[in-house]
Nanobody, 119 residues
Framework: QVQVAESGGGLVQAGGSLRLSCAAS????????LDWYRQAPGNQRELVAS???????DYADSVKGRFTISRDDAKNTVYLQMDSLKPEDTAVYYC?????????????WGQGTQVTVSS
């Protein structure tokens, strides 16, 4: 069994910062990639940022230069540092982990954490 849990969401004023964390635990041999998605009301879930086991990163155009993804393999944790937040960043943020274990490779989602940016 694999568990993925996000934390760090909250309410912040526009221009402020938040740092999200996502920890994976359980039956894990190797974490292949860790991604952050978000979903605003009425919108589809969208990829915000991703980081591979080799440390390569990718960002949605809407957050480039403002968000930074990083990972701590010793803690099986990924972080999303969000700066210069805008009201349009308001959404539920989800972590997705692609993990290899005895079952093979699989994708696991967290429950999400709410980020609200007030204008």
């Amino acid at each position: 069994q694999v568990q993925v849990a996000e934390s760090g969401g909250g309410l912040v004023q526009a221009g402020g910062s938040l740092r999200l964390s996502c920890a994976a635990s359980g039956n894990i041999w190797r974490i292949i990639s860790l991604d952050w998605y978000r979903q605003a009301p009425g919108n589809q879930r969208e990829l915000v940022a991703s980081i591979t086991s080799g440390g390569s990163t990718d960002y949605a155009d809407s957050v480039k230069g403002r968000f930074t993804i990083s990972r701590d393999d010793a803690k099986n944790t990924v972080y999303l540092q969000m700066d210069s937040l805008k009201p349009e960043d308001t959404a539920v943020y989800y972590c997705n982990a692609e993990i290899a274990n005895w079952r093979g490779r699989g994708n696991y989602w967290g429950q999400g954490t709410q980020v609200t940016v007030s204008s």
